[in-house]
């Protein structure tokens, strides 16, 4: 059911011929290799489909050629964007088309019409980022804004958290350029009974389009309106109720003019292929805040909503207790959710209000407080949010509610296929009351997360889609909440659209005569059905070409690492949802590979979707040891930042010491990684009397070009200098026996490469009172571990705990300066010795130098610092000062700090602000640069030093240089800026990138104390 039927030949056949002709036409952008095909083949559901192929279009006429080339064959096609799509419409038996790879212009933007045309694969988020400075945004607002394009929200009709104040996408579709099925070009956009009535005597498919249409809208009139669901709030079918005048029941007037934009927008690539899509725009508010509203009780929470509306908001969501535990498992997310929650309620409604002034929009919230007590609705706190940082920590927390609620461990997940229902606000509680009851009947657990100010809550079952007996369920469920939603007047598709989750019950939420109807929408633009086919009509069953189902099983291999907290490596694996956090391109960390490439197989995403393919058999199980295994998994950074920044905590830094592991069964180790990884022993061969000479050697261009061809190091990075004098007890104060004690972890970077830093954190340890202990050098196991040498990074690591246990078993706190290194003993040890004692001995006893020093000055126990201006003496040097320091001509003013990724996917940057925040004088400014792009040896090796760099060159390098450039010195204002990176590979991929010297915390705390 859906399958297009080829003339004469087999589908496959078909396929075949038609992928062939267009490798011809569109060289280089056509793949249909089993691998990429896999990577297609989910999206953000529960739902796997492979394609026939993959077209990654460059232009527009490349899009008509794949319909033309599909229209002669008779070949189905999905036009794709970021795939985060939940009820499954963005996989299919097809060819896909991804427009997010280069159709993604913003080719216009007229200001007094606000109005912008945009290309399909245009992000929501940079597109809102465009038109801020005009005073301008796009209305809607989907919690997928980071990643989703406009093409894939306008083929939803999507919308958001705001839909209360900006309606559904279609409300803002002016005009949309598309390509036919027939693979003929058409505009279509607003037009006058005149105008309507030239455009049916048109020749072809578009003038049948507009004739058909026409009749349709005023001969079933009645039917449109008596079987449309009259909530406004909704997605689901065929917009056909925005053709008929003059009273469709969506939010606002009804359009005067005949606009088949609107009709498209919401049918799920099932009528037209878009090529650009003209949307209204609105006045960005002047001024939000935020009012917390806590409830014990989510019933309770519910059934205030319709109280709470009355302050007219522009916004209510709901957070259910299930959500903010898993937030609260995640630490970067639980910081940011600690900062606007009180105690732990069982559910909170982040309601927003907007207002020309800042005074007008905390009066809002103090009225909703006092309107909250006075109706009695159960509110336990209000807490007002009223900053732009507090405010983007609650958006951020609430559009990963998703995501939190999949980072649940096990087969049993919260599943799409009913959570997209809306109701009237009066009547949701009693909805959600009413399906909560039917699920635990069934002995299904039930998750939440909501528009509640929409009447749309997210309702998902906790199902385990491996078991046929919870499979079989499902349409039960699914039939039941249709009951319901059709006595409460609600929607079946809110927002998600219909896809293969709801597309099979449509016949019967719709109606038999409206369902009718949509059938002949589909055939009027689509007569062969080659769009998309299957979705909002024609559908299969919607237990069938699930991801898992119950003849799904993962192949048990003997790990390297201990799994057992994720409950075994195939879960690991399985924690990835298809969300697509990790294709956000101009924010965060993740993905650093896919933001530089922006291709799937680099994405998080992508990773997981090929390591499953394996484990799982969908591809053949000797490719877990695959040369083609092995390049995907080759640009991950291993940058951890998929751990803390996608929302089912993913951790492919992990998976990939795994996979290399596994991989070296069958491979020769290189000999680079050999060397890499034994590091440490290579830094205390050299360092000392033979380091002149091994640096100047290692300079030279002879040198460098002999390990491009030997070695894979790339000519043009410089390798860390070795110290003449390497830092040791020689640079301590003796022990006096009456300060306490503190343990400096002397990593080998700090030790025997940049011994300047770990002097200076000596000097500052001992300005603020302590003896400091040396546990003795030896490598950490942190290069070691990143190569995939596990069993060398186990003994490394075992051997790192006898020296540091013992100290540990005193009392004493490590302060360690390399994150990298530090943060492996809570993470990556735990893998390594399973079940060692020491491992979280060591771990809680360890902290970051800059975190201990921040400590310290919230304590009030650390030096003062002079109160005037700051120091403007020049930090330590020493023999691998990678560039000149910054003149010391004026006091320094601002301090530019670029967080290690390791560091701020694991304890944050908080400390090292705050600890420089601590120098009187210093404007410290957090750069959102993401991945410098060294990572390690990453950036080293010759055929990942072109990426390297282009990573650091999309937001670190372009942030360090506007940075001096804004900070030129003058008479008036003297200003100097330095730049602090904790981490030794950030430091020098600055350097590499910007010639500027980058210091560590250390250095510039040291360079502020007062002189003995």
């Known amino acids: 059911m859906g399958e297009v039927r080829t003339r004469g030949a087999t589908p496959e056949t078909a396929a075949a011929a038609c992928l062939s002709a267009l490798e011809a036409r569109l060289p280089g952008r056509v793949r249909s290799d089993e691998y990429n095909r896999m990577l297609y083949a989910t999206d953000a559901s529960i739902y796997r489909v492979m394609p026939h192929g993959v077209v990654i279009p460059e232009h527009r006429d490349d899009v008509q050629a794949v319909m033309e080339c599909a229209a002669e064959h008779n070949v189905a096609v999905l036009p794709r964007t970021a795939g985060s799509s939940l009820a499954g419409q963005a996989v299919n038996l097809a060819i896909v088309v991804d427009f997010t790879r280069h159709l993604d212009a913003i080719l216009d933007l007229d200001e007094e019409r606000r109005e912008v045309t945009v290309e399909p694969g245009v992000v929501l988020d940079g597109l809102n980022r465009f038109l801020r400075p005009h005073g301008l945004m796009f209305g809607p607002d989907p919690a997928s804004s980071n990643r989703a394009a406009m093409g894939g929200i306008v083929a939803n009709n999507s919308t958001g958290s705001h839909s209360i104040a900006y309606g559904m996408t279609a409300d803002h579709v002016r005009r949309i350029g598309a390509v036919l099925s027939d693979g003929q070009r058409a505009a279509f956009g607003p037009l006058t009974a005149a105008e ?193 940082s507090g405010q983007q920590d609650v958006w951020g927390v609430r559009k990963m509610g998703l995501g939190f609620l999949m980072s649940v461990r096990g087969d049993h997940k919260p599943i799409p296929f009913i959570e997209d229902a809306a109701v009237p606000v009066r009547h949701l509680s009693e909805y959600v009351a009413g399906i909560d009851r039917f699920c635990k009947g069934l002995g299904f657990e039930v998750a939440y997360y909501a528009h509640a100010s929409a009447g749309c809550v997210h309702i998902r079952p906790l199902v385990n889609t491996k078991s046929a007996e919870e499979i079989a369920r499902m349409p039960d469920i699914m039939h039941f909440a249709i009951e319901q939603l059709r006595g409460f007047g609600g929607a079946l598709s809110s927002e998600h659209g219909d896809g293969r989750a709801r597309s099979p019950f449509n016949r019967a939420f719709f109606g038999p005569e409206l369902y009718g109807l949509y059938e002949e929408v589909k055939r009027t633009f689509d007569p062969a059905g080659i769009l998309n086919p299957g979705m909002i009509t024609g559908a299969a069953p919607m237990t069938e070409n699930l991801r898992y189902g ?95 920044e996608c929302p089912s905590s993913v951790d492919m830094a992990t998976l990939k010491v795994e996979f290399l592991a596994q991989h070296y069964e069958h491979h020769r180790v290189p000999l680079r990684a050999r060397l890499f990884a034994g590091a440490a022993s290579q830094a205390r061969r050299f360092s000392g009397p033979l380091s002149g000479i091994v640096n100047r050697a290692n300079r030279t261009r002879f040198v460098r070009t002999v390990m ?52 200076a954190a000596a000097r500052v340890l001992d300005a603020a009172g302590f003896d400091i202990i040396l546990p003795g050098h030896g490598c950490c196991g942190r290069p070691a571990i990143s190569k995939g040498l596990v069993e060398d990074a186990r003994r490394m690591a075992s051997e790192t705990l006898d020296r540091l246990a013992p100290l540990a078993r005193e009392g004493l706190t490590i302060v360690g300066l390399e994150p990298s290194c530090v943060l492996s003993f809570g993470d990556e040890y735990r893998r390594l010795l399973p079940g060692d004692p020491r491992v979280p001995l060591v771990a809680e006893h360890t902290v970051l130098f800059d975190d201990f020093i921040a400590d310290l ?84 090796e010759k055929e990942h030093y072109d990426l390297s760099m282009k990573i650091g060159s999309q937001r670190l390098f372009p942030a360090v240089e506007a940075a001096f450039a804004s900070a030129a010195p003058t008479a008036a204002a003297p200003t100097e800026t330095w730049v602090v990176a904790p981490g030794v590979s950030c430091r020098q991929q600055i350097a590499a990138g910007t010639g500027r010297r980058a210091l560590h915390t250390a250095e510039v705390l040291a360079a502020q104390l007062k002189e003995p």
Request: charge should be neutral; proline fraction near 7%.
């Open 708 to 759: 491009e061809h030997v070695l894979g190091i790339h000519r043009d990075r410089d390798l860390p200098p070795f110290a003449r004098v390497p830092f040791g007890h020689a640079d301590l104060e003796l022990l006096s026996g009456v300060r306490p004690r503190v343990v400096l972890f002397n990593d080998t970077f700090n030790t025997y490469h940049y011994p300047e830093v770990a002097r």
């Open 196 to 388: 309507l009535e030239q455009k049916k005597t048109l020749d072809g498919l578009e003038g049948r389009i507009y004739r058909n249409l026409s009749h349709l809208a005023h001969a079933h009139v009645d039917t449109v309106r008596t079987h449309t669901p009259r909530h406004w709030r909704r997605c689901g079918g065929y917009n056909l109720d925005r053709l008929t005048a003059p009273d469709p029941p969506g939010l606002g007037q009804p359009p005067t003019d005949f606009n088949v934009a609107q009709l498209l927008s919401g049918s799920e690539g099932t009528l037209a292929v878009f090529e650009d899509v003209t949307l209204g725009l609105v006045p960005v508010p002047k001024v939000t805040g935020l009012g917390i509203v806590h409830f014990d009780d989510m019933t309770v929470g519910l059934a205030a909503v319709e109280a709470i509306l009355e302050t007219r908001p522009s916004a209510v969501e709901l957070l259910d207790d299930l959500g903010m535990s898993m937030c609260r498992k995640q630490p970067m997310w639980r910081r940011k959710l600690e900062g606007f929650t009180e105690g732990r309620p069982n559910c909170i409604l982040i309601t927003e209000f907007t207002g020309d002034t800042t005074d007008e929009v905390a009066s809002r919230i103090d009225a909703l407080r006092e309107h909250v007590a006075r109706r009695g609705v159960g509110a336990t706190h209000v807490v007002p949010v009223v900053s732009q």
């Open 857 to 940: 000055m919230e304590k009030g126990i650390f030096p003062a610092f002079p109160s005037a201006a700051m120091r403007s003496s020049d930090p330590p040097s020493g023999d691998g000062a990678p560039g000149p320091a910054p003149a010391s001509a004026a006091p320094i003013r601002r301090i530019l700090l670029h967080g290690h990724c390791h560091q701020k996917a694991t304890v944050g940057t908080a400390g090292t602000a705050n600890a420089l925040r601590g120098i009187p004088g210093c404007d410290v400014q957090e750069v959102d640069s993401g991945c410098c792009g060294m990572a390690g040896s990453f950036g080293f």
């Open 550 to 644: 119950a003849a799904y099983k993962a192949r048990q291999i003997k790990t390297h690492l201990d799994w057992s907290p994720d409950e075994g490596l195939d879960q690991a694996i399985e924690m990835c949802n298809g969300a697509g956090v990790c294709r956000k391109t101009d924010t965060g960390t993740m993905c650093p590979s896919f933001m530089a490439t922006r291709e799937e197989e680099h994405s998080t995403r992508g990773r997981a979707n090929a390591l499953r393919a394996v484990l799982s058999g969908a591809l053949p199980p000797g490719r877990v040891t695959h040369r083609r295994l092995y390049e995907t998994m080759d640009l991950c950074l291993e940058c951890k930042a998929c751990a803390a």
